[in-house]
């Protein structure tokens, strides 16, 4: 199934083609780029830990931080390692597991085809065994003790586990040396079957590329391979409670100066489509106009030395769970939890300045404009809103429709007190 969707306003064109095997491809073209980025990504991330395997009929609990340990592993097959293959082509390959999704992409500027082939055949040919799972866990307990070690990393999943009692977004997407010790060849293989399936995965390429000529490349490369039919992953997850766990963690590190943050669970909104889109878009706007560089409140608390170039907000709308954080390096915790939560309070009773919003609006809609001449941008962009049923380049007009009261009309329902929790780094006393 083909279709070209053109979008006027951006002299922006997407080619895309549905395969037999349910696989997506998207091709975005930008002439004049010598850059070509693709990204093979499949639906599945670190908090699809309960689930239906393809075939059969219970669900399972598999060990936390499996999609991550099976990014690892797919790079290794029979004849070593594909990085080397990336290598050799020209071009630099990587891969990254979020809480959703699985991403393994390269750039070149040579040898499109070849390394195209490469990127599809390798994350289509899993090979474990039971040695070299075995010492990939060594590997990934290492990297799990840094993350621990990392104060930016504690601070933020310390503020999940305050927010959630069961959904596993609270766990660290790398799992814990435990968890990671009990995953097993059968496991992964398991992983795989179930999640990686053509028809719950996206190929998209951007920049320098031919649409018709890579869509070809494609189609003969899984017309070489047989797949099972395609099938609804049914993934499950435990009912969460509206209130958080607890409202503050503090944790003693070696940092010289402490960190705060201050986050709200959200509950997922009953939308979809471009009304999912539009919401995402009003609240994260919502959250610049309030402490975002440029702010009333970010100029006051900065002038104040209370926060620092580190301060940032943050809205994470993902499939099954949602929450805003606000927060950064501060000399003092408290008192900035005191004036984020004051902000937000008046914020509710007296609304937002439609001049804020409006300036707000503009700088994003601009920042947006500048990020289409990367190709990483889009093709990651692209991927993440496909697998909502969305295209990245309805942003733009859907930019220029919110207005103030749609934004206003958030504020009393977004941040309540019952959702909230706090996380803070301290330095350790001895320091």
Not at 56 to 61: A, E, H, R, S, W
Not at 132 to 161: C, H
Not at 179 to 192: A, Q, V
Not at 294 to 307: A, C, F, H, K, P
Request: hydrophobic share 35%.
């Amino acid at each position: 199934m083909s279709e070209t969707i053109t979008f006027d306003q951006l002299q922006e064109t997407v080619y895309k083609e549905q395969l037999s095997n349910g696989l997506t491809i998207f091709v975005l073209p930008k002439k004049g780029f010598h850059k070509t980025f693709a990204t093979f990504t499949t639906n599945y991330g670190s908090i699809d830990n309960r689930f239906v395997p393809i075939g059969k009929q219970g669900d399972v609990k598999v060990p936390d931080g499996i999609a991550h340990f099976l990014e690892h592993k797919m790079f290794e097959d029979e004849e070593g390692d594909v990085f080397q293959t990336f290598g050799e082509q020209g071009a630099s390959a990587n891969a990254f597991t979020s809480f959703t999704k699985t991403a393994y992409l390269f750039s070149s500027t040579q040898e499109t085809e070849k390394n195209l082939t490469t990127l599809l055949d390798f994350v289509q040919h899993p090979y474990f065994t039971e040695e070299t799972v075995e010492k990939e866990k060594g590997i990934i307990s290492q990297e799990i003790r840094m993350y621990e070690d990392n104060p930016d990393w504690q601070l933020f999943f310390n503020l999940l586990a305050g927010l959630y009692h069961n959904h596993p977004v609270k766990i660290d997407i790398a799992g814990t040396v435990d968890s990671i010790r009990e995953i097993t060849k059968d496991d992964l293989y398991e992983c795989y079957e179930t999640f990686y399936h053509p028809s719950n995965m996206i190929l998209c390429v951007a920049g320098d590329a031919e649409p018709s000529h890579i869509i070809n490349i494609v189609k003969e490369n899984q017309a070489r391979k047989t797949f099972k039919d395609p099938e609804e992953v049914e993934r499950i997850f435990e009912k969460e409670p509206e209130h958080s766990v607890q409202e503050k963690t503090v944790v003693p590190m070696s940092v010289n100066t402490p960190k705060c943050m201050v986050g709200y669970k959200i509950a997922f909104p009953e939308k979809q489509g471009k009304a999912l889109l539009r919401y995402e878009l009003t609240v994260e706007i919502l959250l610049e106009a309030l402490f975002g560089a440029g702010s009333d409140v970010y100029e006051s608390l900065y002038e104040e030395g209370l926060i620092d170039d580190s301060f940032s907000s943050e809205f994470m709308l993902e499939r099954s769970f949602s929450f805003a954080a606000i927060g950064g390096d501060t000399a003092e915790p408290d008192k900035l939890v005191q004036r984020i939560t004051e902000t937000l309070d008046r914020a509710a009773s007296e609304g937002i300045s439609r001049e804020n919003i409006e300036r707000v609006r503009r700088k994003k809609i601009g920042n947006f404009l500048k990020q289409l001449n990367s190709p990483e941008f889009m093709a990651n962009q692209y991927t993440d809103y496909a697998f909502h049923d969305l295209h990245l380049f309805d942003v733009i007009p859907l930019l220029e429709e919110i207005t103030s009261d749609q934004v206003n009309e958030l504020l009393p329902v977004l941040f309540q007190e019952k959702a909230k929790a706090v996380s803070q780094i301290t330095k350790k006393q001895d320091e």
